[in-house]
């Protein structure tokens, strides 16, 4: 079947530091891959999305290109902030198939100052 | 624009006990889908509504969970009798098209965390 496996958190870094979370993904076709970000108290909000092999989704200084080869979406930032403490899921999406939004397990990250 | 509403945010109930979940989609968003995301895990779809139809149910435990989305728009979730495992906290999300996920954006709402004793 579809999954999705996150790297094990916690995840702690200084702020500044540099930020890889690293996501592979099963699939029986060529999946929509996204990052969602649940910060504390708050909803699951879409991050970044890539839709085909190559293609990199970023935004708010986030970046994740979906490679085929090695079935990864890993998340990256060059430079993190307290803000960015959050837990971040990894997910896909595959048309045609089971139709639904498969969950990574969830990785929290804490940035301090 | 208002976001995905939910209520109430916190419930502690005993086990065999029933519970109610209600969410409030975006205006004019024509799928809503109902997530158990327990703790440590990503969440899970239980159900999801095209407009006031269920598209998929597949996850859902019939036995004991009920949802419905009268007139397309609200929706409320129900669990009876609660086991200890239903403690987790409930995700509603909407998304604009009516032709299901794909690419469509999802918004989830702050959920609503179950305890149950």
């Known amino acids: 079947g579809n999954s999705v496996t996150q790297m094990e958190g916690p995840v702690t870094l200084s702020e500044e530091a540099f930020l890889t979370i690293n996501c592979t993904y099963t699939?029986?076709?060529?999946?929509?891959l996204f990052w969602y970000v649940q910060y504390p108290g708050e909803g699951l909000q879409l991050l970044l999305k890539a839709t085909k092999a190559d293609d990199k989704g970023s935004n708010k200084g986030f970046e994740a290109t979906y490679r085929k080869e090695t079935t990864s979406f890993h998340l990256e930032k060059g430079s993190v902030q307290v803000s960015d403490s959050a837990v971040y899921f990894c997910a896909l999406f595959l048309q045609g198939g089971s139709e639904k939004l498969v969950f990574g397990k969830g990785t929290k990250l804490t940035v301090n100052p | 624009e208002a976001g995905v509403a939910q209520s109430p945010r916190y419930k502690i109930i005993e086990k065999r006990q029933s519970v109610a979940f209600w969410c409030n989609p975006i205006?004019?968003?024509?799928?809503l889908y109902w997530y158990q995301q327990i703790l440590g895990q990503g969440p899970k779809l239980l159900i999801q509504?095209?407009?006031?139809?269920?598209?998929?149910d597949s996850q859902l435990p019939k036995d004991r969970f009920s949802a419905e989305r009268l007139k397309g728009v609200d929706s409320t979730l129900k669990i009876q009798p609660a086991k200890l495992e239903d403690s987790a906290v409930y995700l509603c999300a909407s998304s604009l098209s009516a032709a299901g996920a794909g690419t469509d954006t999802q918004y989830f709402g702050p959920g609503t965390r179950l305890t149950v004793l």
């Open positions: 205006s004019g968003h024509a799928t």
């Open positions: 509504f095209q407009n006031n139809g269920v598209v998929d």
């Open positions: 699939a029986t076709g060529y999946p929509s």
